[in-house]
């Protein structure tokens, strides 16, 4: 199966150019985008909450192939992106991207970056972990206090920014439950959100 993968960050942002230009290549090399994953999500959340983990990392089968537009649509950090790409090519999975020219897939070679990507993410993991740990004991030496302070609420929100859009959905009759599912929240989060906001 072929898939197109499209992800823009927020919800105001259209997918369409993505999409056409997806055709376009599709079309240009004798290939039919059996199904579409379209997403308007921050490539910040991780895989398993956004329809990348959900439906295409669950559902994909070794030899299927996916076509994206460039490799940071699959997240917005490297060590995202190397999880991601290891995952889809030890189990097989073809990534095409159009604007990178990357054609990954299940020769030696895919399998050596598949290694390579796998020990990059691990050791950067550990250099943010030490570089953490590093900066919380120097700022605890220098007296500093670490975390918020004792009895304050944070000011930001989960769904913070999105009171318009929010508002204006309302208006055209939406349900609640409807917003908070394509804003990848649960119901009472959005119910505690417009108490605070009203």
Known sequence: MNYGYI?????????????????????Q??????????????????????????????????????????????????????NILQ????????????????????DIQSKVLAFAFG???????????ERTKQGINRARSEGKHIGRKKGRKSDIYKLSGSEEYIKNEIKKGRSKSSIAEELDVAPATLRRHLKRIS
């Open 119 to 129: 020990l990059s993410a691990e050791i950067e993991r550990q250099l943010i972990s």
């Open 7 to 27: 992800r823009v960050s927020t919800l105001h942002q259209n997918l369409e150019n993505q999409q056409l230009e997806i055709e376009k290549f599709a079309k």
């Open 29 to 82: 090399n004798g290939i039919k985008i059996d199904r579409w994953i379209e997403e308007k999500i921050s490539g910040t959340k991780t895989p398993e909450t956004r329809k990348l983990g959900k439906e295409l990392m669950k559902n994909i089968n070794t030899g299927d192939l996916i076509i994206c537009t460039e490799i940071s649509r699959f997240g917005r950090s490297l060590i995202m992106i190397m």
């Open 87 to 106: 995952f889809f090519l030890e189990k097989g999975i073809k990534v095409w991207t159009i604007k990178d020219n990357y054609r990954l897939g299940d």
